[in-house]
Every structure is written in structure tokens, then in C-alpha cells.
């Protein structure tokens, strides 16, 4: 064989290797792009069945009505992740009065959970408390929940940013989504004033809430009829405008 033929031998050869290399790194992105889908805002919320420290939780169905918010995170006995499921057990009143209900996932077995949960229930926090932690620990130790929500980025780690969070409205849609990384800690009053935002403006679709709102603060609103655009600068009108593009609706106790 001519040494030109060599060359040519091994220049396909080459290509081949090379096509099939593009090839698997292809289709390896594509399953991994499968994992990390994440659901839609607005759309349902991934229903499952898995075991807690409160027995068998079905969500988003066994809490009805209610706003839910799933909480996810990567290990147990995390000083983050315990540090926000402590501030939770503390406010939890707060979200009682909201008619919400917390459910937290982590990527541990259940025995670990309910050791986790001993744990925390002991602890003095913020000079305060123990506290209950009187919500369900759910165990994903088999990833599913964090693969159905979308939670398995990857790019970093197959576990380490399980860490979302998930609120579903009463017809069991989702209306936020928030990641965290594992060094930033959650605010738990940010948790609040996002679920106050959405159920303030659940069911109103010409409302929205500006920036830093919170409760008790004016409105935006995002369409006038003709007749509320007539009545505009009239005393008596409940909104008023910034900008012909900024217009806010008075609060009203």
C-alpha cells in the first residue's frame, strides 16, 4: 500500500472518530438537557407521591385549595439548609395565616430526615425558640422529585443546586420559581412578600405589584378600560399616573 494511501486511510479514520465523538457529546447533552427541564410558569405543577417525616405526602393534591410551597435542598444536616428550615419553623405562623402550605424536599433518605429534624427541634435559634418543625420532610434520595422539577443542573453537580423553590397557586399552578446556589441563604421574608405579591394579584390580571411592594403599598395597573382612562385625573378616580406607561391603583383598606 502507497504511503498516500496511508494518508487517506487514516485521514477517514480521523473524521470518523471525530464525527462519532460530536456525535455522543450530542446526545449525552441531550439527556442531560432532559434533567434539567424545568416547569413552566403557569403551568401544572409535577404531581408525585413519596415518603415524609408526616407519613406518604401526594402533592400538589393532598393540600387542596391552598398555596403550596415546595422548598428543595441537596443534603441534610447542611448548615444553610438547616439554618432556612429553622427561620421556616419560626415564621411558620406567618404562612399559616396565608392559608400556605410548606412542604421541603431534600435528597436524603427518610431516617436521615427525621434525625435532621430531632436536631433542629433542639436548637435555640436566633436566641429564640426550639421551634416544631411542624412541615413534612420529603425523601428524594432517589432524585426523582429533583429531576422532575428540573432541579439537576449538571454543569455543576448532579445534587448541589437541588435547591429551588416552588410556589403553586389554589388551582395548582405554578406561579414562581426561584433558585438558589448552595451559599446563599434563602430569605425567608422574601419567601413572604412573594406569596403576599401572587395572592394579591391572584385572579386580577390587570394588576401587578412594583418594585420592593409589599402589603398595604399602591398597585400597578396594566390596563384601563375607556371609561377608567376618562376618569383618570378626576378627584375621585382610585388611580392615578407617573408616566403615561406608569399608571398605580390607591391601596384600599
Excluded at 24 to 53: E, H, M
Excluded at 115 to 142: Q, R
Amino acid at each position: 500500500m502507497s504511503p498516500y494511501c496511508c494518508i487517506y486511510q487514516n485521514k477517514k479514520i480521523m473524521k470518523r472518530t471525530l464525527f462519532l465523538a460530536v456525535l455522543g457529546l450530542a446526545i449525552g447533552f441531550g439527556l442531560n438537557a432532559q434533567n434539567v427541564t424545568v416547569p413552566q410558569l403557569g403551568g401544572d405543577a409535577p404531581s408525585f407521591k413519596a415518603k415524609s417525616t408526616e407519613g406518604v405526602v401526594k402533592f400538589p393534591g393532598d393540600y387542596g385549595n391552598k398555596w403550596k410551597i415546595l422548598l428543595s435542598h441537596p443534603k441534610d444536616f447542611t448548615p444553610v439548609c438547616s439554618s432556612e428550615i429553622l427561620d421556616l419553623a419560626k415564621e411558620k405562623d406567618q404562612f399559616d395565616k396565608l392559608g400556605a402550605q410548606l412542604v421541603v424536599v431534600s435528597a436524603d433518605v427518610l431516617d436521615q430526615h427525621y434525625s435532621w429534624k430531632a436536631a433542629m427541634e433542639e436548637i435555640a435559634f436566633e436566641g429564640d425558640g426550639p421551634y416544631k418543625v411542624d412541615f413534612p420532610l420529603v425523601d428524594d434520595s432517589n432524585h426523582k422529585i429533583s429531576k422532575l422539577y428540573g432541579m439537576m443542573h449538571m454543569a455543576t453537580s448532579d445534587i448541589r443546586n437541588i435547591r429551588g423553590v416552588f410556589f403553586v397557586d389554589p388551582d395548582n399552578k405554578i406561579k414562581s420559581i426561584q433558585f438558589y446556589p448552595m451559599e446563599v441563604g434563602r430569605s425567608t421574608g422574601e419567601l413572604i412578600r412573594t406569596l403576599q405579591a401572587l395572592q394579591k394579584t391572584y385572579a386580577q390580571n390587570n394588576l401587578a405589584t412594583p418594585v420592593n411592594w409589599k402589603p398595604g403599598d399602591d398597585l400597578i395597573v396594566t390596563v384601563l378600560s375607556e371609561t377608567e382612562k376618562q376618569n383618570l385625573n378626576s378627584i375621585d378616580s382610585p388611580y392615578y399616573q407617573k408616566a403615561w406607561f406608569l399608571t398605580y391603583k390607591k391601596f384600599v383598606n
